[in-house]
């Protein structure tokens, strides 16, 4: 649904000189009807399209002059006129391109006499010597040669003259840009007028021919020539000049080639001239004198790779390549060029020469194909799929195809598609399927894993070659496959492209071998049941870019097949709704809809009518349980693919009814999707009626007869009308006291877009609906209360609204103006940081008003200082901005002066910065360029500049010394004083406020007392106490200094920043308009400067930065020299300051160089990123020769601020690919620091090693440390940064040439961790091939050394490492090899280390190789029988004759590898009998079976035991299986008892053991629970049989808590059944002793996890002793009550509450629905009670499980069915709605109506004792700076309120209260009475405008007076019906 505008061209209007004029004037007649006359009239036109039309008309009239009329002076005057016209006009504008097609087409001789004129007007042109004119005349003569014929002409004529002026104009621009060095805005003009030059110079050569045919003009005599040659000279000179733009050398290289093309002879020589050129092997003799000495810098000199670049991009681009028109040279150099690109391939660092290599790359290949057309069979050998060149192109492909760069990668993919044509253009009729080069390549890339992103495009590509049959044919799943991989973004579009490709070839091959009711049917099968089964089975989070990106383009390609899938979803969607975290048919059938009616698939009248999907399902569907299913339901009432569908009354309610439930979403992404969705209805609603008032407007008389259409229209007007009416109401009401912030943030947002879309632009009669109707003084104040929010994007939504209604809003009480602005005066000196937010928003909002004025006028400080008068010429805001900021100043100012006294007292009462952020916000809104009051506004920056460094100089002490964090100049003891002073004594040089000479001791009883200055008093000096606001006695902690320090440097910073960003420059001190002079600018500069290098406090430093970007940006765009330098000076300064290690410098080494590295970005950030970046080059340059000092410096403090801010440069996405190129050295700097003596440096180089790693490899996203999503291949890696080839190579060969000669064990090196964690991130790709020089291969036996490490850590890591350097049909060999070398037990002298590092990377190797996706071949078997031959050679290793535990342990690892894999694959063979045979006597004769006779604190002594205890239970598993059990396999044969092992292992002295057995027995149970088995094939059952007995008594005895906990989680998984009969015999309790037992542990145990099991292991045993067992257990019940209801605190842990609620879901049909009060009444509300509380949880999970309940209730056959929502899976606050209602129905089923509406009543009263709470609140805000309120963001109290009150009304009719009864509602009626007096008092006391300063308090009392007023309308309804019944009780 896009609206397009017609976009309005303008036309500049050409104006006629007076000579002309004059003479055109001589010309015209009277009657105003000749040449001359309309000529006179089309110029004195103002308006351009006016002139188009008339010079149209005048030019018709011109061709159809007879040929006498041609030759008089009208016609010359007017042809003259036209040529001064055309080459007066612009380029660009329209009126030019007119008149050139007009005049094309003139008779023969008319065209004469204007070639002519023209010739005349181009000869004036040519004259012009200005340098600054060059360009126009440029333009001009380019215009004249494109497609227009007279121009072309005029040229011909002055060919030498243009020559000449083109030559000279080279020469002169480029002598002007030497002249401009280091003035990057005057080059880079001067760099365009340079190419616009050499374009123009190419299209004469290109577009004016006929004067280059024949050879007269190559005599070295004549002029033309001499022209030419001095142009080629020129082109060379700038290819070769690298301090030229890039753009510039590579079009003089075209210009070069084009040349030489034209002027060389004989032209059969040329490609081998440019071939030899290119291969740099020119040879003189062959080559003309005149080239030679024209172009000799190319034929003598080493030419640069870009040089190369370019050059061949021109051979590329100006040679002819079609019909081979060059014969077997051309053939040649073809291949030459795809030599030299490819080869530079590898050398080009630059971005932009790697997107230019990679584009002309992708040029050759389209010049390869033209060749081919007609080439020797020679070429076609050497360029088909087998050659060696496109072998390297493939390697290309490979290396580049997920390039950083977009256009790279895009390049990368256009390249593969025409290797894959170029070779089907060499091998013309063979068959697709046999060509062994495809098939080799299909195989290639289906073996990539899938989140390589290059290979989804070349698979696309190769589908559209190979077909997409022969792809399926190797594997039927892959578009299951792609559809997985379609839940990460970063995929979702490759993969979604891919699909799409497939499914239409596979569409287009079907429909041209079967019928359609044969293949629809296929096709279905192969695209959409597996889409259908994602959507309906899989995390809707997962499947959003499904939906996005997949579905739309399958209905695009196939839109019969939305009947296919809604038939096929309609089946399942009553049954299958989903959950929290699945969409169920019922959402998929949403998705699919939505999808279909956005794009005009579907109608909403056709899904309703159609019986597609009922009322009752979208409902489901928009209040469901998971996000996506809610989205996708609005999103089938909002999308549409016409923006003008009139809204049906259906989705109008449904629209309403979403709005109700869904407003307080906790998930970002959902509200904006909300609004975003919203707001598309209501542009549909504006434009739909729209269309209706036209429709009325233009009825004809015979339409105006038809009523009842006429009706319609208005009463779809009224509907609209009336809906939107609705929805403001609705949104108003979600603004209440306490709602929050998802609620007002949906609320405001939605707000904002009905303001803006209904409001009137001018022009418009009718509009629909006005938001501003709505709005009264009441919701003014509502959205004036948003302020307060502690959340800033609330209050950013509220203002923005404010302001579009701004004109409706009445605040012209004064008295109200007057509170307001007290209230944000005050808020601007609170001591809570984010009340200066709100002051600031609330002030801006009160400048609109007119009144403001005169309430600032007021005020003796503003009237004193400043004179304002009200009728001034200013606007009202610019006055009311000016008299705000003054008042803010002028009490700051005396704050200020204050803090100069003691800062103390500033941070404990009016901390400045709340002031400094208001006078930033008042000064953002003003559109500071269009100010009156210029005079006012220069003294006001003055003040505020002055201001600012003022203030700064009072809190900089802190956030620049040492430590600011801790720094308060007070304490409470002599100790810590002690300490402070020497605090105080390091910061003194930098201090000047008195305050720090010395440290102050405060003791306890005698604190510093003071008042906030006031501003009727003078300052007083400080005495000896401190007093706040209220003028108590308060501590002043270290946070409020700090805070108040930082936070006022910061917004320091931001004022500065503003200052120098927004207002005009004063350059001139005369200048009027200026408000800001140089120097001012200047002393910020260095006032940044100063900061930034100075500041020890991240928050004062980085908002300093921030204002410093403000100024370089500003500096950047600055005309005035001298400031536009200044961020390059700086630069300087700063560098010469790092490299000169000057022991007084005052940079800070520490805290990772504090703000420098800020520093020098925000000076970098500044240089134009078109430039050639030179000051970041040179900054990196510098800073790379820091890092790695070449000689040993006396001082590292350089190299630590070189590192640091290295990090920072590598970290800003700002500096983009231009950073890329000195990545290689990074990683060098880092990995040689790291190997320094001083810890300093390699901390600093640890930093940037990480940093460096995150943007080679990408930010990690998941917890995966192997996922190979942030690795790439070692191809392309070292592709990339080539020079780290041969570094890592040579670092890894000298960590692991340094072996201790005693040891034979590697020494330990700095290095070898982070060499082997960047080797880690490399893998082998099955793509890589013989071409590559940079193999991986070399690097194995280092690795393979690493593995020697004395460090545990290093041989882990070096085994991890090994896999991905090892190809996957390598392993094998290498594995062998690696077990062949492991230890004899004959071996005198075994190295554990060194084994232990072999065993591990036999452990990783064998893992990889059994996880990766093989397909079961006899290389396998073959390879793994020879595998398991080595490992029982070995097996010794695992047995106790090997005395090292931790090389047991690695070797029991190994076999654990293989028995999980042989048991998952069910290998059977007389060769493995051997081999289980060996691992059960590993586990027989190991010391778990026989004895454990060591002690933990044996080195490996745990892991051992984990190890071998791994062992058992993995071959227990596989005895288990009964296909294993029941037959005569090995595993079998040679197992002892598995229930006995299992209870032995079971009974292990060691938890390690218990825990690990445990957790498989777990797991079992889970497994014969899961309905996953069938009851045939429950495996685990014969393990585990008898266990009930062990179990039992080890609960009873177990003291590890992990294992306690394992242990209760098995009994509650347990049938309880066959646990209770045991309980008396094992552990003497009887079912009742065992259920207390349970309860005792859920409040005994102070693990979270054990009272969760043990608390849902209680309410299993209740709720089977209830239905089985027919003794009494009232205590136990109510015990079992206490303890559910506790456990739903909202104090309680989130665990905790979670199994609360799911055991509220077990119990409910029993206890909370049945018809039988089992519980009795109040406990069975205390359990309602619950459930209330825990839907309105923060944790969403918590919330889903209680709303579970609701769907459980509704499932019972005693609930009614009235509501459409049975059955059903709905969100939280849906969920309480139906809660209520169930409750009230169960009520009235239980007939105790009158016992239970005095509980509900309490409810909606609450239980808060209000006076307690509000002191407990002010006493919290007092302690804490950060204390936003409420910890609950979900809750909302009175929505709840509403809703309970809402079914209690419907109750009450149904009820009869008896006598009891009525006293309990009277006793009810005082305690509500008591509180609303108590309430009404509290209002009172508030001071005013309470909603902001006491905003906690005031939020507390409105809710509890809303709740009052309800319970008393209530109780006012029951007293009536108790009236009522007893004058009627027989009614």
Request: aromatic share 6%; proline share 3%; charged share 20%.
């Amino acid at each position: 649904m896009v609206v397009k505008k017609n976009k309005e061209i303008q036309v500049d209007a050409f104006v006629l000189k007076r000579q002309e004029l004059e003479t055109l004037q001589s010309f015209a007649d009277d009657e105003e009807q000749n040449l001359a006359s309309l000529l006179l009239h089309c110029v004195q036109l103002s308006h351009g399209i006016q002139q188009i039309h008339s010079i149209q008309q005048i030019v018709s009239l011109l061709k159809k002059m007879d040929r006498n009329s041609a030759c008089s002076p009208m016609i010359k005057c007017c042809l003259d006129i036209f040529g001064v016209m055309y080459f007066s006009l612009g380029a660009k504008n329209p009126l030019k391109k007119v008149l050139a097609s007009s005049l094309n087409d003139l008779p023969e001789q008319l065209m004469t006499e204007a070639v002519h004129s023209f010739v005349c007007c181009l000869k004036e042109e040519l004259k012009t010597t200005d340098l600054h004119l060059y360009r126009k005349v440029m333009d001009n003569l380019a215009s004249c040669m494109e497609n227009f014929s007279l121009g072309k002409r005029s040229i011909n004529n002055l060919l030498k003259e243009v020559f000449q002026f083109l030559q000279k104009s080279l020469l002169e621009i480029q002598e002007e840009n030497r002249k401009f060095n280091g003035n990057s805005i005057a080059q880079t003009r001067l760099m365009h007028d340079l190419l616009m030059a050499i374009k123009v110079s190419m299209m004469l050569v290109q577009k004016v021919q006929e004067n280059f045919q024949g050879s007269l003009w190559k005599k070295p005599g004549s002029l033309l020539w001499q022209n030419m040659c001095g142009l080629l000279n020129s082109f060379t000179n700038f290819l070769m000049d690298e301090g030229l733009l890039p753009i510039v050398q590579t079009t003089s290289a075209l210009a070069v080639i084009l040349f030489t093309k034209t002027m060389f002879e004989p032209i059969e020589k040329l490609p081998c001239l440019v071939s030899d050129l290119l291969l740099c092997s020119v040879k003189h003799a062959s080559v003309p004198e005149w080239f030679v000495s024209i172009c000799g810098s190319l034929c003598t000199e080493e030419l640069s790779d870009s040089v190369l670049l370019f050059l061949c991009h021109g051979a590329l681009a100006m040679l002819e390549w079609k019909n081979c028109s060059m014969g077997q040279n051309g053939e040649k150099l073809l291949l030459d060029i795809a030599l030299v690109l490819l080869s530079l391939a590898s050398q080009l660092k630059d971005s932009n020469m790697v997107v230019s290599l990679s584009r002309i790359l992708a040029i050759w290949t389209n010049s390869a194909l033209d060749v081919l057309e007609s080439s020797s069979q020679n070429l076609k050998c050497s360029l088909n799929g087998n050659s060696n060149t496109t072998g390297k192109l493939l390697e290309y492909v490979y290396t580049h195809w997920e390039h950083p760069l977009d256009a790279v990668r895009h390049q990368a993919k256009l390249i593969f598609k025409n290797i894959l044509r170029i070779h089907q253009a060499t091998v013309k009729g063979t068959v697709v399927k046999s060509d062994p080069f495809l098939s080799m390549l299909t195989e290639s890339l289906l073996s990539l894993e899938w989140h390589v992103k290059g290979k989804y495009a070349s698979l696309g590509c190769l589908v559209s070659c190979v077909g997409v049959e022969n792809i399926l044919t190797v594997d039927r799943t892959i578009p299951m496959q792609i559809l997985d991989v379609m839940g990460d973004q970063t995929l979702a579009p490759y993969a979604s492209d891919l699909l799409e490709t497939m499914f239409i070839n596979h569409k287009s091959h079907l429909t041209s071998t079967f019928q359609k009711s044969i293949w629809i049917n296929q096709w279905h099968d192969t695209w959409v049941s597996p889409l259908l089964l994602i959507l309906c089975e899989e995390n809707p989070d997962q499947t959003t870019y499904i939906t996005d990106y997949y579905l739309p383009k399958l209905l695009k390609c196939s839109p019969d097949s939305l009947s296919y899938m809604i038939k096929i979803l309609e089946a399942s969607a009553d049954a299958n709704i989903g959950s929290f975290n699945t969409r169920g048919a019922l959402g998929a059938l949403m998705a699919c809809l939505r999808t279909a009616r956005a794009h005009g698939l579907l109608q909403f009248t056709d899904i309703m009518r159609g019986g597609l999907l009922s009322i009752e399902c979208v409902k489901q569907g928009l209040v469901h349980q998971h996000n996506q299913v809610r989205i996708d339901a609005l999103g089938l009432l909002c999308e549409t693919h016409r923006s003008t569908e009139i809204l049906s009354m259906e989705e109008m309610q449904l629209i309403q009814f979403f709005i109700m439930y869904n407003l307080n979403s906790q998930t970002p992404a959902v509200r904006q999707q909300i609004c975003s969705l919203l707001k598309k209805l209501f542009c549909r609603i504006q434009e739909s009626s729209q269309v209706l008032y036209k429709l009325e407007q233009s009825k004809t008389k015979q339409e105006l007869i038809k009523e009842s259409a006429k009706w319609d229209h208005f009463a779809t007007l009224q509907q609209y009308k009336d809906f939107m009416s609705s929805v403001c109401d609705k949104l108003f009401e979600a603004l209440l006291p306490g709602s929050s912030h998802p609620t007002r943030f949906s609320a405001l947002t939605i707000l904002g877009s009905i303001a803006g879309i209904f409001s009137v632009p001018e022009g418009q009669a009718q509009a629909v609906f006005q938001l501003a109707q709505e709005i009264d003084r009441v919701r003014v104040q509502t959205l004036i209360q948003c302020f307060a929010s502690t959340f800033e994007e609330v209050q950013v939504l509220a203002f923005e609204l404010l302001m579009k209604l701004h004109d409706m809003l009445d605040l012209q009480d004064s008295e109200n103006l007057h509170l307001l602005f007290q209230a944000g005066m005050d808020l601007s000196t609170s001591i809570k940081p984010y009340d200066c937010v709100t002051a600031s928003y609330l002030l801006n909002f009160l400048i609109h008003h007119k009144g403001l004025l005169g309430v600032c006028l007021k005020n003796q400080l503003v009237t004193h200082t400043f004179q304002i008068v009200e009728d001034m010429s200013a606007s009202t805001m610019e006055k009311n901005t000016l008299a705000v900021i003054k008042y803010l100043l002028a009490n700051l100012e005396r704050e200020i002066f204050q803090a100069e006294k003691s800062l103390l007292q500033a941070a404990a009462s009016f901390p400045m910065y709340g002031r400094v952020h208001c006078i930033t916000g008042a000064l953002r809104q003003l559109p500071l360029n269009n100010l009156t009051l210029k005079t006012e506004w220069r003294q006001m920056v003055a003040k505020l500049i002055l201001m600012s460094f003022r203030l700064s100089a009072v809190v900089s002490p802190i956030v620049q010394s040492s430590s600011p964090e801790g720094l308060i100049p007070m304490d409470t003891d002599s100790e810590t004083a002690g300490r402070l002073q020497m605090i105080l004594h390091e910061i003194q040089p930098r201090d000047t406020n008195d305050y720090f000479i010395q440290a102050k001791i405060l003791k306890e009883h005698h604190r510093v007392d003071f008042e906030k200055p006031t501003d009727d008093k003078p300052a007083e000096n400080v005495c000896t106490e401190i007093r706040g606001k209220e003028g108590q006695t308060c501590d002043v902690t270290a946070q409020m200094v700090l805070v108040c320090c930082w936070r006022s440097m910061k917004e320091i910073s931001l004022l500065l920043g503003i200052l120098c960003k927004l207002l005009p420059l004063q350059t001139v001190s005369e200048s009027s308009d200026g408000l800001i002079t140089v120097e001012q600018v200047k002393d910020v500069g260095h006032y940044f400067e100063h900061q930034l290098l100075q500041s020890r406090h991240r928050g004062a430093f980085e908002l300093a930065y921030t204002g410093l970007v403000m100024l370089t940006e500003t500096l950047s765009r600055c005309t005035n020299e001298s400031l536009r330098t200044l961020p390059q000076q700086w630069l300087y300064n700063v560098l010469e300051e790092i490299k000169s290690c000057d022991p007084s410098s005052k940079l800070c080494a520490t805290r990772r160089s504090a703000g420098i590295p800020f520093y020098i970005q925000a000076l970098l950030a500044s240089e134009s990123k078109k430039s050639k970046t030179d000051l970041l080059k040179m900054t990196m340059n510098e800073l790379l020769s820091l890092a790695v000092p070449v000689n040993e410096s006396p001082s590292i403090i350089p190299q630590v601020h070189a590192l640091n801010i290295l990090r920072a440069l590598f970290r800003d996405t700002r500096f983009g690919e231009n950073i890329i190129p000195y990545i290689a050295d990074g990683i060098q700097a880092a990995i040689l620091g790291f190997t320094s003596a001083v810890w300093t440096v390699r901390n600093s180089s640890t930093l940037l090693f990480s940093t460096l790693i995150t943007r080679i490899f990408g930010v990690k996203r998941g917890k995966d440390e192997n996922s190979k999503k942030n690795r790439m291949t070692g191809r392309e890696f070292f592709s990339r940064f080539p020079t780290l080839y041969p570094f890592l190579l040579q670092q890894l060969e000298v960590v692991t040439s340094t072996k201790n000669s005693e040891t034979g064990e590697l020494k330990l090196h700095p290095s070898l961790f982070l060499l082997l964690l960047i080797l880690g991130k490399l893998y082998p790709s099955p793509m890589d091939g013989a071409y590559s020089a940079l193999s991986m291969a070399p690097f194995v036996p280092f690795i393979m050394r690493c593995g020697h490490s004395p460090v545990y850590r290093s041989r882990e890591m070096a085994g991890r490492t090994l896999v991905p350097f090892v190809m996957t049909n390598q392993i094998p060999t290498t594995v062998q090899s690696l077990l062949t070398g492991l230890p004899d037990c004959t071996n005198l002298c075994i190295r554990q280390n060194s084994t232990h590092g072999m065993l591990l990377q036999v452990f990783h190797l064998l893992g990889s190789y059994l996880e990766s996706k093989h397909q079961i071949n006899s290389d396998l078997q073959q390879g793994l029988v020879d595998i398991i031959t080595c490992i029982k050679a070995k097996v010794w290793l695992a047995k106790r004759q090997n005395p090292c535990l931790v090389t047991r342990a690695a070797y029991l690892d190994v076999l654990l590898v293989l028995t999980n894999y042989l048991g998952k694959s069910r290998r059977k063979g007389i060769e493995l009998f051997g081999f289980w045979e060996e691992i059960s006597k590993v586990i027989s004769d190991s010391e778990l079976m026989t004895g454990i006779h060591y002690s933990s604190a044996v080195p490996g002594f745990t892991q051992y035991l984990q190890s071998i205890t791994k062992l058992a239970i993995s071959v227990l598993s596989v005895a288990a299986d009964p296909d294993i059990s029941n037959s005569s396999s090995p595993v079998a044969e040679q197992m002892m008892n598995p229930p006995l092992l299992v209870v032995h292992l079971l009974q292990s002295d060691f938890h390690e053991v218990r825990l690990l057995m445990l957790e498989a027995v777990l797991l079992w149970f889970k497994q014969i629970n899961s309905k996953q088995l069938t009851e045939e094939k429950r495996s685990p059952l014969s393990v585990l049989s008898g266990m009930e007995v062990t179990l039992l008594r080890m609960a009873v005895k177990e003291k590890h808590p992990e294992c306690f906990c394992k242990i209760l989680e098995i009994l509650h998984c347990m049938d309880l059944r066959n646990v209770l009969p045991r309980t008396e015999h094992s552990i003497k309790m009887n079912p009742k002793d065992f259920l207390n037992w349970a309860m005792n542990i859920t409040n005994a145990s102070e693990s979270i996890e054990i009272q969760s099991v043990a608390l849902k292991l209680a309410s299993k045993l209740v709720i089977h002793l209830v239905q089985n067992c027919q003794e009494v257990m009232e205590s136990e019940m109510r015990r079992w009550v206490q303890l559910v209801t506790s456990c739903c605190g909202d104090e309680q842990e989130t665990d905790i509450r979670l199994a609360a609620a799911e055991v509220l879901r077990s119990v409910t049909p029993l206890f909370l629905t049945n018809q039988k009060l089992i519980l009795g009444l109040s406990s069975t509300l205390a359990m309602w009670k619950c459930v209330v509380l825990l839907l309105q949880s923060e944790e969403l999970i918590i919330r889903n499980t209680a709303a579970d309940v609701i769907r459980v209730a509704q499932s019972q056959s005693n609930i009614s069915k009235k509501t459409e929502f049975a059955f059903c899976v709905v969100n939280a606050s849906m969920a309480m709605d139906l809660a209520f209602g169930i409750l009230c129905e169960l009520l009235q089923q239980w007939n105790q109506t009158s016992a239970g509406i005095p509980v509900l009543l309490e409810w909606l009263l609450g239980e808060d004792d209000l006076k307690k709470d509000l002191e407990t609140t002010t006493l919290m805000e007092d302690d804490n700076l950060f204390n936003k309120g409420e910890v609950n963001f979900w809750a909302e109290t009175l929505t709840n309120v509403r809703q309970l009150s809402k079914h209690l009304l419907l109750l009450i009719p149904a009820t009869r209260l008896n006598a009891p009864d009525q006293g309990e509602l009277h006793r009810l009626a005082r305690i509500v009475s008591d509180q609303a007096q108590l309430v009404r008092q509290l209002l009172k006391e508030l001071p005013p405008t309470p909603e902001f300063s006491k905003t906690v308090e005031f939020t507390r009392l409105t809710i509890q007076n809303e709740r009052i007023s309800t319970c008393l309308k209530i109780l006012t309804l029951l007293d009536d019906d108790a009236c009522k019944n007893k004058k009627n009780p027989e009614k």
